[in-house]
């Protein structure tokens, strides 16, 4: 594993989506004016069939209005639950879209469940830049690093900048456990595997959820500890087994329904967030019946 320098505390900025419970990061280089940003959200009016742009712009206009110069933008995975803004931001902003090489892994796994045609590219060649687990980039003169952290799905990554790391779905906040891993690729046993990489960051190592629903009540929240999910996190803390994580975590995800806009987010997702369009270039979805 890469070592974090603990002594570079990255600027970062969150904005939450109530729509999905997600959180976006900006995150900025302390010692410049570059950032990236992550895990972006499309507004989507599921029923009425449109479109907006008004959570990116919200990103888009904090960075505008500090000078910022966007130098990535960053997807942890291939979100279930929302669409991303990649595309709107990098023609707003500029900047590289970049995911796991694993891409390829679900975007062979969603083309046969949306019966897409050859014309539907499965080699990742959507986005900008394919990471490979161990990867370093930098954002101005901060080095970061991408660790592969699948079990959600085959293509999550947690990215550590400086002290800071994000992790996608692979943690929620301590009192909200992990994440599901029962959509097609995924793998309770190699969600714990991954976590258990997560917690062996520094224990200082701040680290930034994609999602929170804030449980019983309580405001929401997205920034943590190493060492606050080793002592409470309710899955994963006090040292809990390989073999009991995995059986309260497939107990768990029995239960679950599907996430309310998993059909058009897988569309759009693995194209990066291209919207996919018909033979007469009009954005259509498709809605695979008995498949999830």
């Known amino acids: 594993m890469n070592l974090p320098d603990m002594n570079v505390t990255p600027e970062v900025v969150a904005f939450f989506d109530p729509a999905s419970n997600t959180i976006s990061y900006v995150v900025k280089d302390p010692d410049s004016r570059v950032c990236a940003v992550i895990d972006s959200v499309l507004d989507l009016d599921?029923?009425?069939?449109?479109?907006?742009?008004?959570?990116?712009?919200?990103?888009?206009?904090?960075?505008?209005?500090?000078?910022?110069?966007?130098?990535?933008?960053?997807?942890?995975?291939?979100?279930?639950?929302?669409?991303?803004?990649a595309p709107y931001l990098q023609r707003r902003l500029g900047g590289k879209i970049a995911v796991s090489e694993k891409i390829t892994v679900v975007q062979e796994t969603f083309a046969k469940v949306f019966n897409e045609g050859t014309e539907f590219e499965r080699d990742g060649s959507q986005f900008d830049v394919l990471l490979k687990g161990g990867d370093t980039y930098r954002i101005g003169g901060m080095q970061a690093f991408a660790m592969l952290t699948p079990g959600h799905t085959p293509a999550c990554m947690t990215h550590v900048m400086g002290n800071a790391a994000f992790v996608g779905d692979t943690l929620f906040m301590p009192d909200g456990g992990s994440a599901r891993a029962d959509f097609p690729g995924g793998d309770a046993g190699m969600l714990y595997d991954s976590i258990m990489r997560v917690l062996a960051l520094p224990d200082e190592m701040r680290l930034f959820m994609c999602h929170d629903y804030g449980p019983g009540g309580r405001d929401i929240a997205w920034e943590t500890t190493?060492?606050?999910?080793?002592?409470?996190?309710?899955?994963?803390?006090?040292?809990?087994?390989?073999?009991?994580?995995?059986?309260?975590?497939?107990?768990?995800?029995?239960?679950?329904?599907?996430?309310?806009?998993?059909?058009?987010?897988?569309?759009?997702?693995?194209r990066a967030g291209h919207l996919p369009a018909d033979s007469n270039g009009d954005v259509v979805l498709k809605v695979p019946i008995n498949k999830f």
């Open 46 to 85: 599921y029923a009425a069939g449109r479109i907006a742009f008004d959570g990116a712009e919200k990103i888009a206009a904090f960075v505008d209005q500090n000078g910022l110069s966007v130098e990535w933008l960053i997807e942890t995975h291939m979100h279930a639950d929302h669409l991303s803004a």
């Open 226 to 270: 190493v060492l606050e999910q080793k002592r409470h996190n309710i899955h994963v803390g006090n040292g809990i087994s390989r073999g009991d994580f995995v059986a309260l975590r497939e107990a768990r995800d029995a239960q679950l329904s599907m996430p309310r806009l998993i059909i058009p987010s897988l569309q759009v997702n693995m």
